[in-house]
């Protein structure tokens, strides 16, 4: 197997945060779709310029790329640096950034369906109907859906900012034991 260094690792893992977190919002634009098909219709499709002919499923999965490839490179970065310039082994420093990735896509996974639950509270309660208002020609229930699942996962990636450091400190802490 092929040895990398430190920064062509770094650079590797940036670019497996941003695929990750791309593949990570095509899914979940999957559900998210199913859950609140006018959320993107009246909404999405029209903010990130998605032709009308396209396949609604297509143009779901491409709005969630779009949306979310950059969240994966900047959620990455602080751990991905401080893990270049604190892990003392390169491979280490690897799987360490491959676990991050994972830890975070299953927390924004898990925020998800957290927010598609809520979503489904809020509409079936009407409990937010006095603070939160769709936007103009946007499908009440779809929205709180779809919405909420959206946002849950915004929130989820960048709490996993903060939980991106603990496979990196742990990596940090094995391969310092190691070499003392």
């Known amino acids: 197997m092929m040895k990398l260094g430190k920064f062509p690792t770094f650079f590797l893992l940036m670019?497996?945060?941003?695929?990750?977190a791309a593949i990570f919002g095509a899914l979940h634009n999957q559900?998210?779709?199913?859950?609140?098909p006018d959320y993107f219709h009246s909404l999405k499709f029209a903010q990130f310029a998605i032709p009308p002919e396209m396949s609604p499923r297509l143009g779901a999965a491409l709005?969630?790329?779009?949306?979310?490839?950059?969240?994966?490179?900047?959620?990455?970065?602080?751990?991905?640096?401080?893990?270049?310039?604190?892990?003392?082994?390169a491979q280490s420093y690897l799987?360490?950034?491959?676990?991050?990735?994972?830890?975070?896509?299953?927390?924004?996974?898990?925020?998800?369906?957290?927010?598609?639950i809520g979503g489904l509270i809020a509409d079936a309660t009407g409990l937010l109907d006095a603070s939160l208002t769709p936007p103009e020609g946007v499908d009440r229930s779809d929205f709180l859906r779809a919405g909420?699942?959206?946002?849950?996962?915004?929130?989820?990636?960048?709490?996993?900012?903060?939980?991106?450091f603990w496979p990196i400190r742990r990596a940090r802490g094995l391969d310092l034991r190691r070499a003392g």
Not at 31 to 36: D, I, N, R
Not at 148 to 164: N, Q, R
Request: aromatic letters at 10%.
């Open 15 to 20: 670019a497996l945060a941003a695929c990750a």
């Open 31 to 36: 559900l998210s779709y199913t859950v609140g």
């Open 63 to 89: 709005v969630g790329v779009q949306a979310s490839w950059w969240m994966g490179a900047a959620v990455a970065l602080p751990a991905f640096a401080y893990g270049l310039l604190s892990v003392p082994n």
């Open 95 to 116: 799987a360490a950034g491959i676990g991050a990735i994972g830890l975070v896509i299953m927390l924004a996974t898990m925020a998800a369906f957290a927010g598609l």
């Open 148 to 164: 909420f699942m959206h946002e849950a996962a915004y929130v989820a990636g960048a709490l996993g900012a903060l939980v991106a």
